[in-house]
T-cell receptor
């Protein structure tokens, strides 16, 4: 199946620094990627929908100035957590749809996730 | 009411047993449904889609009841490797919408 690669897998940073997470679709083009966040023992929560060549669409309650999303190419989306604080510590996962079959019904593939710990 | 609701478990069952999970969703306009499997500290992986007519894939059977807004997953002859968290996932609308995930049901298969 399609492969989505996420980097870094783990990151530990000091409070106040910014962290960039990359999400790449390795063998298909993804015009749309999704960014999720998962706190321990909680469900994945959609943060934003990343659209290639245009602005991301953020879910209610997600600060767009804090979580910067850039989708500059059909295979790469980046999430930057700006001025990270301990409460931003979480498991961040990206996903992309491979576009097979009817629009919107292609399987969603997930990156391996990035575990962020802010000290 | 939560959008996608699951019993978190954990379900502790002996190897070889049959186990069933249930899930309810609140958005009656939801269009597609899935079960994902998530291992500890890993990303979710698609287990199977859920169709209105019900569908089976080996030891796994999924069923959908649109009238009751209810989805189920049945695992027969459970294996140790089935131990994981099973996520009920709903696509609230067609197109490129992100999915809505339940919190997951934790399954532990005991030898």
């Amino acid at each position: 199946g399609a492969v989505v690669s996420q980097h870094p897998s783990w990151v530990i940073c000091k409070s106040g620094t910014s962290v960039k997470i990359e999400c790449r679709s390795l063998d298909f083009q993804a015009t749309t990627m999704f960014w999720y966040r998962q706190f321990p023992k909680q469900s994945l929560m959609l943060m934003a929908t990343s659209n290639e060549g245009s602005k991301a669409t953020y879910e209610q309650g997600v600060e767009k100035d804090k979580f910067l999303i850039n989708h500059a190419s059909l295979t790469l989306s980046t999430l930057t957590v700006t001025s990270a604080h301990p409460e931003d510590s979480s498991f961040y996962i990206c996903s992309a749809r491979d576009g097979k079959g009817l629009a919107g019904t292609g399987e969603l593939f997930f990156g391996e996730g990035s575990r962020l710990t802010v000290l | 009411r939560k959008e996608v609701e699951q019993d978190p478990g954990p379900f502790n069952v002996p190897e070889g047993a049959t186990v069933a999970f249930n899930c309810t969703y609140s958005n009656s306009a939801s269009q597609s449904f899935f079960w994902y499997r998530q291992d500890c500290r890993k990303e979710p992986k698609l287990l199977m889609s859920v169709y209105s007519s019900g569908n089976e894939d080996g030891r796994f059977t999924a069923q959908l009841n649109r009238a009751s807004q209810y989805i189920s997953l049945l695992i027969r002859d459970s294996k140790l490797s089935d131990s994981a968290t099973y996520l009920c996932v709903v696509n609230p609308g067609g197109g490129a919408d992100g999915l809505t995930f339940g919190k997951g049901t934790h399954l532990i298969i005991q030898p």
